[in-house]
């Protein structure tokens, strides 16, 4: 496992090389090395755009860069056989956020491999650096002013999948609800006052809400 | 149309003799029988005619789901197989519930059910995919195992495909063939395999990516809330000892923890080790346990006291679960019947060297000897193409006389003879006599209650549960107080209830909380029906069954008690109690009475299945002269 500061990476998610062949977009190519190389962002660090393609092509200023998010779900340890595999967390996700279940709506995912007797679920890191953030062409990705989350506006979605293309995590973790056509992501429940349901109801009590200073 | 919750409003139909699908409208189906295994019942009544035998292209494989699964619901993963069974005897519609991530992925691909008939040309394989169903050729798969099947149609359709299928077993139609999926998760009663096998069909694969509206979201996080079993966080168990069936290992090398067999599940039931070395398939890693399947390991109390049967080691023993799976056949069949038949069967010295040449000397502490028992059974060589025939069918072909009632006699405390010649064609199970001995008397005479109107093992899905109350009525006089037929007859619903909406059947119903069926109904579908309204609804659900093996099967009262009574006839395992035949007639008098069936006939009247709503059935079993009047 490596780790960048604000976010929690294990090994196998990164694959930076996939990323970057699929990115369209130039400038992705300079954020995403710049992350691989370790720069850590921080408010007012302003992400070079390499070619001013986006800028350019779209007619919008780069956004400024976000303050970090006040946490992000997490595992309570790195020991993969703590999910039981039920699946719950994800069913609780969607029926949070649109009243219904269905593996387009959840904004986690259980991943099982039965033959290998291993179950995890695949989590938003919320990143400091979050380039679903910057590669939004409608601003409907915003940052919740009290948690600080990455969210998606379904009102404002365009259903373009630009920022499940731009996550750096493989699989991305942005899903797409083809039925609205919009992109959906993991907000930590900024609108639930028990706040995120998959922590509340993992029977397992795998999951966490995990601040800077809990990192493992 | 307003909105639909819990349901999908569709039924897909398979036709593998023509190699058509369509779809039907499921509403009027499921707004009167729920889905599962009650909506099955239904289907059944209005597809599958008297005579229609279990490898017949017209026999049904109907595989359903409920308004709770694939939602937050607990334990609602579930669905139920439902079919002219082939290890039924004599063949009947029958069940399984299976549980895994197939019962959620058929409700996300659109469906409530899927009724498959005819037989393909060649083997194939159903693939369906958001509202649409494809049948595909299956040539590259037949003759392969569960697991390489598994692996080959994920490798093609994608690592998240839910895939249901058989193995060879099923292919060369053993009535004891299981539908698998992922691991250790069967539709594995009845046979059901076989019948699949028969229709030339290996898989039904499933890409989903639909959904489930829930009415209720707060409601249905409420229940949860309160009747989930939220636990600390439990690390994984490393290495030591293992206990089972009363009996330790010790020193076992591999970490183990516990997992969930089903989607959304608020328990972990089953065991799962890890990194477990593999002789057969050494690509496998690890695998899951609950249930029978352990049993292959070793079997130290079969009786509950010490008499073992065989003892082999976990990794062994890991081994042969793993061989029965890819396979696929019944393990239950195979470990609760069959090798116990064989162990005691040898033992009186029984078995001819000529018959059962293949698989002589019977040797379950060696790992080889199972696998050539597997391969003999499931490629029907020698005395395999009987065994693959069910343990019932072997006795039966043999001779009940040297091979049925005598079998054992042997060192235990009460040294009675036992068969595994048991009604309806399956193994036993908690009925209170030979290796299924868990239970004493009196509690056993409600198993015998609701075995004596199903259509396989005693306890079924059924899983008797009681208040403590209701239980101590019933001992203080067990024959003849209403609590026997009461407190079997709330099971019978309460499991109809659970398979059709579906939950789990083993943590279901729960007596401490028994309005929570119908809570997690109206969270989920937004219909409110009350505790005793919903309970109706289970007994529709089994007046429906009951009409169907009416008709079908002509089954009545003296039909039904003389197959589950030379088993209680016997002593039990505990105490060598017999069950009293004219007493247990009277408690059957009692049950009929207050299921408001014919006595004489144990037939629903007309009125009975009019107040019920199913009017249409009771005149249709008039026509029939089926009916009581």
Redesign the interface.
């Known amino acids: 496992m490596f780790g960048i500061v604000g976010i929690n990476i294990r090994k196998g998610d990164l694959k930076m090389k996939d990323r970057i062949d699929k990115s369209r977009r130039g400038f992705l190519k300079g954020l995403s090395l710049g992350i691989a190389g370790g720069i850590i962002g921080g408010p007012g660090i302003v992400v070079s755009d390499s070619n001013g393609a986006l800028q350019a092509a779209e007619g919008v200023s780069p956004r400024p860069y976000p303050p970090p998010a006040t946490g992000r779900i997490a595992h ?2 790195l ?1 993969k ?2 999910c ?5 967390c994800e ?2 996700c ?3 956020h ?8 959840r904004r986690l995912w259980l991943v ?1 491999k ?6 995890d679920t695949l989590l938003c890191h919320q990143c400091s650096a979050p380039e679903c953030y910057f590669a939004c062409p409608n601003e409907a990705l915003n940052i919740d002013p009290k948690s600080k989350a990455r969210y998606i506006d379904p009102d404002a979605c365009e259903g373009c999948q630009a920022c499940i293309e731009s996550c750096p995590l493989n699989p991305p973790r942005i899903n797409f609800d ?2 609205r056509s919009i992109a959906v992501k993991c907000d930590l429940c900024k609108d639930r006052d028990n706040g995120p ?1 998959c922590v ?7 999951l966490t809400f995990e601040t800077d200073g809990d990192e493992k | 149309m307003s909105e639909i919750y819990g349901w999908t409003g569709r039924i897909l139909k398979v036709d593998l003799t023509r190699g058509k699908t369509e779809m039907v409208d499921s509403l009027d189906y499921v707004h009167k029988y729920l889905g599962g295994k009650g909506m099955n019942h239904r289907l059944a009544w209005e597809e599958i005619p008297p005579g229609t035998k279990a490898f017949d292209p017209e026999n049904r494989l109907i595989i359903s789901v409920g308004p709770l699964t ?3 619901a607990q334990a609602s ?1 579930r669905a139920t197989v439902s079919g002219v069974a082939a290890q039924s005897y004599p063949e009947m519609y029958s069940h399984s519930g299976v549980g895994g ?1 197939v019962p ?1 992925a058929i409700k ?1 691909a659109g469906f409530d059910g899927i009724i498959i008939h005819g037989r393909a040309p060649k083997p194939c394989y159903l693939y369906i995919e958001e509202n649409k169903a494809k049948i595909k050729q299956a040539g590259d798969l037949w003759g392969l195992g569960n ?1 390489d099947t598994q ?1 080959k149609l994920k490798q093609r359709h994608g690592e ?1 495909t839910r895939i249901l299928c058989i193995g060879p077993a099923g292919e060369n139609m053993s009535r004891i063939a299981v539908l698998l999926t ?2 250790e998760n069967a539709a594995g009663q009845g046979g059901f395999g076989g019948v699949a096998g028969s229709k030339n069909l290996k898989a039904i694969c499933i890409r ?7 009415a209720r ?1 707060d409601l ?2 409420k229940l ?2 309160e009747n ?9 168990i490393d290495k030591g000892s293992w206990d089972y069936d009363g009996h330790t290992l010790n020193d076992v090398p591999y ?1 183990r ?4 067999c ?7 039931c089953w065991w ?3 990194d477990v070395p593999r002789v057969t398939r050494p ?6 346990w609950m249930c029978i399947g352990r049993f292959t390991v070793g079997w130290q109390r079969p009786m509950g006291v010490n008499w073992p049967l065989w003892q082999q080691g976990l990794r062994a023993g890991f081994e042969i679960t793993e061989l029965l799976n890819q396979y696929g056949l019944n393990e239950w069949e195979i470990l609760g019947g069959m090798v116990p038949w064989l162990v005691m069967a040898d033992r009186e010295g029984v078995l001819s060297r000529e018959d059962f040449r293949e698989i002589l000397p019977i040797t379950p502490d060696r790992p080889e000897w199972w696998v050539k028992l597997i391969k003999a059974v499931t490629y029907r060589q020698g005395i395999g193409d009987l065994l693959a025939e069910g343990t019932y069918r072997t006795i039966q072909q043999l001779g009940t006389g040297r091979y049925g009632d005598t079998i054992y006699h042997g060192i235990r405390k009460i040294p009675t003879k036992i068969s595994l010649h048991a009604a309806w064609g399956y193994a036993g199970h908690w009925s209170g006599r030979g290796i299924h001995s868990v239970l004493e008397f009196p509690d056993y005479l409600i198993q015998a209650l609701t075995w004596m109107t199903a259509t396989r093992d005693p306890e079924d899905d059924t899983h008797i549960r009681a208040k403590d109350q209701w239980m101590n009525a019933f001992r203080k006089d067990p024959y003849s107080s209403q609590w026997g037929p009461r407190i079997a007859i709330w099971n019978e619903h309460r499991s109809e209830l659970k398979s059709s909406l579906t939950l789990c059947d083993t943590i279901f119903p729960d007596t401490n909380r028994t309005d929570l069926e119908s809570r997690l109904f109206a969270a989920v579908t937004g219909i409110e029906y009350t505790e005793k309204e919903l309970d109706k609804i289970g007994e529709r659900l089994k007046n429906m069954q009951r009409a169907l093996l009416i008709r079908n099967y002509d089954r009545d009262r003296k039909q039904e008690l003389a197959a589950i009574m030379p088993w209680f006839k016997r002593p039990d395992g505990t105490k060598g109690i017999q069950v009293d035949g004219s007493k247990f007639d009277r408690m059957t008098d009692e049950y009929y009475r207050q299921r408001g069936w014919q006595s004489r006939t144990g037939r629903p009247t007309k009125k009975k299945l009019e107040d019920l709503g199913l009017a249409d059935v009771a005149g249709e079993l008039h026509r029939q002269g089926k009916i009581a009047s």
């Not at chain 1, 039981?84 to 719950?88: I, R, S, Y």
């Not at chain 2, 923890?257 to 969930?260: E, I, T």
């Not at chain 2, 690509?283 to 899951?288: A, I, N, P, T």
Request: charged share 20%; proline share 9%; hydrophobic share 30%.
């Open positions: 309570v340890s020991d056989t703590v039981v595999g039920c699946g719950t069913l609780v969607a029926l949070t649109d009243d219904a279940s269905g593996p387009s709506l099982t039965n033959f290998q007797g291993v179950s083809p039925d349901a509340e109801f993992c029977p397992q009590k795998a | 694939g939602t937050p993963g991530w959620p996300y697991y692996k998240e992922d691991t989903a990516s639909g959904e489930v509206k829930i979201p249905l996080l949860r809330r989930s079993h939220p636990k600390e966080f439990v690390p994984i970490s923890n516990k997992v969930s089903s989607h959304s599940c608020d328990r972990h799962m080790f890890h690509g496998l890693h690890s695998g899951k």
